[in-house]
């Protein structure tokens, strides 16, 4: 009996082993993913600015970019106006690095030369991205945000019925 165990035991082991070896590659395959997620990301915003650059809105009768974004873009105006912004000011090594959080925050500062510096910082210190946002608000002269639990509470937002669904009004 006891050389069955010792069988079984090494039959699970070499399950779990090969689990494993699957797992690894499964992880390796999700950050490879996750690059070109980020990557994808700039290239929409690359996409963006060159539709509002040539003016490609006019040829579906829009006046101007926003209002084209805000009718036609799969994802909402101010996200595709913010990704112009970013790539507009930083290369794709950056966005890939840094990713949008943090270069939204930094893209604010309006002098090239702090600009420059804070990306640096932010690039070999690891900063956070709470933290990338206060040192762009300090670089572009603007006070500090108040800290969270300071700040006047709102009312919670009031339920509509939405079909058969009840939704939270945004």
Request: aromatic share 6%; net charge positive; glycine share 8%.
């Given at each position: 009996?006891?050389?069955?165990?010792?069988?079984?035991?090494?039959?699970?082991?070499?399950?779990?082993?090969?689990?494993?070896?699957?797992?690894?590659?499964?992880?390796?395959?999700?950050?490879?993913?996750?690059?070109?997620?980020?990557?994808?990301?700039?290239?929409?915003?690359?996409?963006?600015?060159?539709?509002?650059?040539?003016?490609?809105?006019?040829?579906?009768?829009?006046?101007?970019?926003?209002?084209?974004?805000?009718?036609?873009?799969?994802?909402?105006?101010?996200?595709?106006?913010?990704?112009?912004?970013?790539?507009?000011?930083?290369?794709?090594?950056?966005?890939?690095?840094?990713?949008?959080?943090?270069?939204?925050?930094?893209?604010?500062?309006?002098?090239?030369?702090?600009?420059?510096?804070?990306?640096e910082e932010v690039?070999?210190?690891?900063?956070?991205?709470?933290?990338?946002?206060?040192?762009?608000?300090?670089?572009?002269g603007k006070a500090?945000?108040?800290?969270?639990?300071?700040?006047?509470?709102?009312?919670?937002?009031?339920?509509?019925?939405?079909?058969?669904?009840?939704?939270?009004?945004?």
């Amino acid at each position: 009996a006891a050389r069955g165990e010792d069988v079984s035991a090494e039959v699970v082991d070499a399950g779990t082993a090969k689990m494993e070896d699957r797992l690894a590659k499964k992880l390796e395959q999700l950050a490879e993913f996750k690059k070109d997620m980020v990557g994808s990301t700039f290239d929409i915003g690359v996409v963006c600015k060159e539709i509002r650059d040539e003016q490609l809105y006019k040829a579906r009768g829009y006046p101007s970019f926003s209002a084209f974004a805000q009718k036609e873009l799969p994802f909402n105006r101010e996200t595709a106006l913010q990704l112009i912004n970013i790539v507009e000011k930083f290369g794709r090594e950056d966005y890939v690095a840094l990713g949008f959080n943090k270069l939204r925050a930094l893209a604010a500062v309006g002098d090239t030369e702090k600009r420059k510096a804070l990306v640096e910082e932010v690039r070999s210190s690891g900063m956070s991205s709470s933290k990338t946002v206060e040192k762009a608000r300090e670089a572009s002269g603007k006070a500090p945000r108040e800290p969270a639990g300071t700040r006047k509470s709102t009312p919670p937002p009031a339920e509509r019925r939405d079909g058969l669904v009840t939704v939270l009004a945004r």
